[in-house]
């Protein structure tokens, strides 16, 4: 009992401590020529990555990702992700060595329809985390390594949530979307001046990558309903396991795993009613984040009563008091 007291306690001064910052720290703004410049040649390689810096407030414990494309000039433009395009730190295992035609593809990806979302759905379908996920497909890389990506993963999976009424905007849809575009071009450009074992280290796609397009990678003529439903399900299953493998390994898998996925179970049916009020409603106000946040606090709270600390830690990759505000995600834009 004294452990979910101090929960509560700690819960509540970091939430009014956040509060506080919030009211005095503005959101970078979205877009513009800011996103764009020139850096030193460097290799002679086009590439695609991903930078991170704090989201929403400079305290922040999560991390806002948006992806930059350079071209082997020297020239580059960033795609914001709901947020910056510019300033913060390159993100371990993100970038790729990749030829300049398929900069469009990236730049689509992260900022066009179906692929990007309206900005606010984005407590339905997903963050900044899942949108740059999203433009570095076919890189096969992943933001997994930025902060509180354990924590929006669990809620909105690698490329976001796929909620029915919002289906257009499920993943699987922006990638025939995007084919329009023409083909990606795999590889890396013959003119790259770097070693083979680097080379090889740069293409080696994420496991969460491979996992997705196992289950969505030949969809088509299987799009109803239901066995849509069958497929994310078990994707989602397939998903847990996975993180847990990497984020816990094997430690008592078989018994805290199901207690995971069950929870998430529930948190979906509670967060789809809310998610249809946000649908009806248009856009958040503060009445409905704050409802969200308890939606999430509780899930976690929920879960961290059911499987050890040290699970709970490794598995969200935070303390069992940290408190999640979904304002740190807030874009900056309104469309």
């Not at 433009?135 to 029915?164: D, E, I, P, Q």
């Not at 984020?247 to 529930?266: E, N, T, Y």
């Amino acid at each position: 009992m004294e452990k979910f007291k101090r929960f509560f306690i700690s819960g509540a001064v970091i939430l009014t401590i956040v509060l506080m910052t919030l009211h005095g720290v503005a959101f970078p703004e979205e877009g513009g020529t800011e996103c764009r410049g020139a850096d030193p040649v460097i290799g002679n390689c086009s590439t695609v990555n991903v930078k991170v810096r704090p989201a929403y407030f400079p305290q922040s414990p999560a991390d806002h990702t948006y992806v930059k494309f350079a071209e082997e000039d020297g020239q580059w433009e960033s795609f914001p992700c709901f947020g910056a395009c510019t300033g913060g730190n390159l993100l371990t295992d993100t970038e790729s060595f990749v030829f300049k035609d398929n900069k469009k593809i990236v730049k689509y990806m992260a900022t066009e329809k179906p692929c990007r979302w309206p900005s606010h759905y984005y407590l339905i379908i997903g963050v900044c985390h899942q949108l740059a996920n999203r433009s570095l497909f076919h890189t096969g890389k992943t933001v997994k390594n930025a902060r509180m990506y354990n924590w929006s993963s669990f809620f909105y999976y690698t490329y976001g949530a796929c909620f029915w009424p919002l289906k257009k905007y499920c993943f699987d849809n922006c990638q025939e979307a995007s084919e329009a575009l023409g083909p990606w071009k795999p590889g890396v450009p013959p003119g790259c001046n770097q070693s083979e074992p680097e080379k090889r280290s740069l293409i080696k796609p994420d496991d969460e990558c491979m996992l997705y397009a196992k289950h969505f990678g030949n969809l088509k003529g299987a799009k109803d309903s239901r066995s849509m439903k069958d497929v994310f399900k078990n994707y989602r299953d397939e998903l847990f396991s996975l993180y847990y493998q990497q984020r816990v390994g094997d430690q008592k898998k078989a018994d805290f795993l199901p207690i995971l996925i069950k929870g998430h179970d529930v948190l979906i049916e509670r967060k789809e009613e809310l998610d249809y009020r946000l649908l009806k409603q248009g856009k958040p106000d503060e009445k409905i984040f704050d409802e969200y946040n308890e939606l999430f606090k509780d899930t976690l709270l929920q879960l961290s009563r059911q499987v050890p600390t040290d699970v709970y830690k490794r598995f969200f990759g935070m303390q069992e008091d940290q408190v999640i505000d979904v304002r740190w995600f807030k874009p900056s834009d309104e469309g």
